[in-house]
């Protein structure tokens, strides 16, 4: 059967609504028999909004033995329905999502927890009840979660039911509550005889099969010793593009859209060409680096509902519901507060540096316990569990890592510019006419004067690291809140680095008439007048490569480009000085 792109599923995990409601949906089902050539018991980690809920709402529909009847209409023009496996339709199915646990009732978290888990067995047995009998039925109604599940598990057992688990974010609550509370509460109960370690050993052993999904590892590796028998398939290289989009399912999504004339304004390549920077970039397998990335997802779909809706691009190319899902690194500062009170300014060293460099070196750690996170790599790790940054090479025996992306750039600089705000009392309407002047009028001196001018303000008050990372991050942070421009920090030029290249965006600023070529010369407070002076040639002759590379005046398109020295001695601007204004045709 046919399927038109009537619809489009942003924000959707539920596959049976997709599949019967016209909603369109890219085919990921051939990863289903990926996965039985993986294993019985299987644990699969990616940031949030990649489409693992959606993912896995597929695999129970795929394998629930309650769906029989459907297959044809769910599957029939899917790649897994020309070639189902064996396994098609053989299980009862249990899926578990935890991130609905603290939405339950109860006054503790052990209690709202149980009575998620006692409403999910009855959930089962209105659908599977006729298989295990009526008596049993009756007598299941009565009793405690636990007793429940021992009864059930039991009793398919005996009846040869097969049984699949599947659980949806297993780490949700336990994340939320180890940054709310602290490492005590949390080792409470993963540890011992709590109750979350309890119920994972009794899911040991009791199910066919298992597939569990998470944001980070951090929870299973607490619990390894009551269930052992999980593979990771996180980092396969066959499950690098399990959810999320690769480029070719991007470019289909919006052909397909294209082709039924539900926008008209573009051309699907260009859309592709023009979101890569913004929504691409992630690596998830060492064997895929600068091979195969992949886009987020919702984020791919925002834009395509933008064009659908309106003929055009969304006017922030960041969807505001999702941003906050991208500020992660509230949350790990939060975490590494409650577990290392000492050493929660620590925090800020490896962001600065990462939003300085733009990419960063450690050993990634496949899974840690909670105590364990203010160890620096299993700190950095969680970087790139919440998807702030991605798998890049592997250069010179040592593992990099990069921001993946534009979005993800910017959400590192809001938090970088609250952190600082508290060094001053900003007043965001002269900043913001500033920055209209700079862009709007080529008004630049007044508006890097006040950068300038912050970052002073800002040295003083906290420790940590030092010179050239700092004032990077600063400026990172200031110029990246810029939405005229589409700011391209350490943007390759001539086979050098310019530190800012700040070009209109091509559909949001397409009237800015000034465009920038920045060089952010720093030197130590105690540098002398010989140092400044190698400094400030060394930006000169940079600034020259830079303008001579091939693809600047297509980028600064129409535009007065300004040549820029900002240079500083410590946390004092010694020199501001514009070397050259070019009028582009």
Request: charged share 30%.
């Amino acid at each position: 059967m046919e399927r038109k792109p009537l619809q489009i599923p942003y924000g959707i995990s539920d596959f049976k609504r997709i599949r019967n409601e016209g909603y369109y949906f890219v085919d990921k089902s051939a990863f289903i028999r990926t996965l039985e050539l993986s294993g019985s018991f299987l644990f699969f980690v990616r940031p949030r909004r990649f489409g693992k809920s959606l993912f896995l709402n597929m695999l129970r529909c795929y394998y629930d033995l309650a769906e029989k009847d459907n297959f044809d209409a769910l599957f029939g023009d899917l790649e897994i329905g020309k070639h189902p496996t064996e396994n098609q339709n053989r299980y009862q199915v249990l899926t578990l999502d935890f991130s609905q646990v603290n939405k339950g009732k109860g006054d503790t978290l052990e209690e709202r927890f149980e009575n998620y888990i006692g409403k999910r067995l009855d959930e089962f047995i209105a659908v599977y009840g006729e298989s295990y009998g009526a008596d049993f039925v009756q007598e299941f109604k009565g009793e405690t979660p636990a007793n429940k599940f021992t009864m059930l598990t039991g009793r398919a057992r005996t009846k040869g039911h097969h049984l699949y688990l599947m659980l949806d974010e297993y780490d949700n609550f336990t994340n939320a509550m180890l940054r709310a509370e602290g490492s005590n509460d949390y080792r409470s109960i993963t540890h011992g005889q709590g109750f979350y370690r309890e119920w994972f050993k009794a899911f040991k052993g009791n199910f066919d099969r298992i597939f569990m999904t998470g944001v980070s590892p951090v929870t299973m590796d607490d619990l390894t010793s009551g269930f052992n028998i999980a593979s990771n398939i996180s980092q396969d290289e066959i499950c690098n593009a399990m959810v999320g989009f690769s480029e070719k399912e991007v470019l289909k999504l919006y052909t397909d859209f294209k082709g039924t004339g539900m926008y008209k304004t573009g051309e699907p390549a260009d859309f592709v060409r023009d979101t890569k920077p913004w929504y691409d970039g992630y690596c998830f397998a060492e064997d895929k680096r600068g091979k195969e990335t992949v886009f987020n997802s919702d984020m791919s779909l925002y834009f395509l509902n933008s064009l659908v809706k309106t003929g055009k691009p969304p006017k922030d190319w960041v969807d505001r519901n999702i941003a906050t899902d991208y500020d992660k690194l509230e949350t790990i500062a939060a975490i590494q507060r409650q577990i290392d009170p000492e050493r929660a300014e620590d925090v800020m060293s490896p962001i600065e540096a990462l939003a300085a460099e733009g990419e960063i070196c450690f050993p990634l750690k496949e899974s840690f316990d909670a105590d364990a996170i203010r160890e620096p790599d299993n700190f950095l790790s969680l970087f790139y569990y919440y998807g702030i940054i991605t798998m890049k090479e592997r250069r010179r025996g040592t593992d990099w890592f990069k921001i993946p992306n534009v979005c993800v750039k910017r959400q590192m600089f809001d938090y970088l510019r609250r952190h600082y705000e508290h060094a001053r009392s900003p007043n965001w309407q002269d900043w913001a006419r500033l920055a209209t002047g700079f862009a709007y009028d080529g008004e630049w001196r007044p508006f890097l004067e006040r950068l300038a001018a912050d970052f002073s303000d800002t040295t003083p008050v906290r420790g940590g690291i030092q010179g050239e990372h700092r004032i990077q991050g600063y400026m990172q942070a200031e110029f990246g809140h810029l939405d005229f421009y589409l700011m391209a920090p350490e943007m390759e030029l001539s086979r050098g680095f310019c530190d800012f290249c700040l070009f209109p965006e091509r559909y949001r600023s397409a009237d800015v008439p000034h465009s920038y070529l920045v060089e952010l010369k720093f030197s130590k407070a105690d540098a002398s007048e010989a140092d400044l002076a190698a400094k400030y040639q060394e930006a000169l002759d940079q600034l020259a490569k830079y303008r001579a590379d091939k693809s600047v005046p297509t980028l600064a398109r129409g535009t007065t480009l300004h040549q820029i020295v900002f240079q500083f001695k410590g946390s004092e601007l010694v020199r501001l000085e514009q070397v050259a204004e070019e009028q582009m045709p």
